[in-house]
């Protein structure tokens, strides 16, 4: 698969089969936690045409009719999936052709401004949009986003598409060690999520290797501490759970996981556990991927590809 991706542990959306747009990195922001590198923003007032939309469609089709299950079907990749011209036709395609599967979009906010963009993902199940800075300042130092993009707009759109959207809306707040976790910014954000009304305020940490080596979470006390301000709806994103039992049968076990591994970097646990394959069938496939010079161990146990898009 060149333009699909997984099924990837995702924390929150179990075994999430990932649509990326894009062939390197095309994000409004460039953010200091962004586990793709750093990479230069674009601007967030044209759409971009991306990858061919029918090889995506023809790729869906495929990975259904040959036995894959997934939970999610899930936007995301390398940047900012509603930049693509054609999500919605994506939508479409996959409300009329698989009409069982539920969709989910993760994205910065930073192109809900526009009309188009929010008709083009109203059908989906689930957005999660990052609501992580409450004012121009966190925002521009947590983000660095394209001139074009700013804290007013991006939290704007959310706003807007929340009041028209009729799916769940799970809002992320990365939490960033002394960027935006003072007790007096977490209280202003707590203002700016209640007129959101999210289904779920989830607390994310940068855990992968993050763009900038300063990155780093807030200690775990302070982290549920912030959980309990921000409501009972806040949940902290937890290890990766699946939600479904099925097996997905893996033609080619290395391709697959540096399939995973060329979007972000992975532990073995949590590649084993998407792909519903044995610990110790993954350890084997990572490390004969290392040893063709494919990927490399990280120092903290996780895995990533040897090229990867943005960098
Ligand atoms: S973390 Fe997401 S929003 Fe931020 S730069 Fe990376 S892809 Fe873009």
């Not at 709806?233 to 097996?247: D, L, Q």
Request: net charge negative; proline share 5%.
């Amino acid at each position: 698969m060149k333009y699909l991706y997984g099924p990837v542990p995702s924390r929150r959306l179990g075994r999430s089969l990932g649509i990326d747009p894009f062939d390197r990195k095309t994000c409004t922001h460039n953010c200091v936690y962004c586990q793709l590198g750093n990479g230069v923003s674009v601007s967030a007032n044209e759409l971009v045409e991306g990858v061919p939309v029918d090889d995506v469609k023809d790729e869906i089709r495929q990975f259904f009719d040959s036995g894959g299950e997934c939970d999610f079907i899930t936007f995301s990749g390398s940047g900012e999936p509603t930049l693509w011209k054609h999500t919605g036709e994506i939508v479409d395609f996959v409300r009329t052709n698989f009409p069982s599967k539920k969709i989910a979009v993760i994205t910065n906010g930073t192109m809900l401004y526009r009309d188009d963009v929010r008709e083009q993902i109203l059908g989906v199940d689930v957005i999660v949009p990052t609501v992580s800075a409450a004012d121009e300042d966190t925002y521009i130092r947590l983000h660095r986003p394209h001139r074009d993009a700013s804290f007013d707009l991006q939290i704007r759109g959310v706003e807007e598409f929340a009041k028209i959207f009729e799916g769940e809306i799970w809002a992320e707040v990365m939490l960033v060690a002394d960027v935006n976790d003072s007790e007096e910014h977490i209280l202003k954000l707590r203002d700016m999520l209640r007129k959101i009304s999210p289904t779920y305020i989830d607390i994310n940490t940068p855990v992968r290797p993050p763009s900038e080596r300063w990155v780093h979470p807030p200690d775990e006390e302070d982290v549920r501490r912030i959980c309990v301000m921000l409501g009972e709806n806040c949940r902290i994103v937890g290890k990766f759970h699946a939600v479904s039992e099925e097996v997905f049968e893996i033609a080619n076990l290395g391709t697959r996981i540096l399939d995973i591994l060329r979007r972000r970097p992975e532990t073995a646990e949590s590649i084993a556990e998407s792909l519903s394959v044995s610990l110790e069938q993954v350890k084997q496939a990572c490390s004969a991927l290392v040893a063709k010079k494919l990927a490399v161990k990280l120092p903290d146990g996780f895995y990533e590809a040897r090229i990867m898009d943005s960098k």
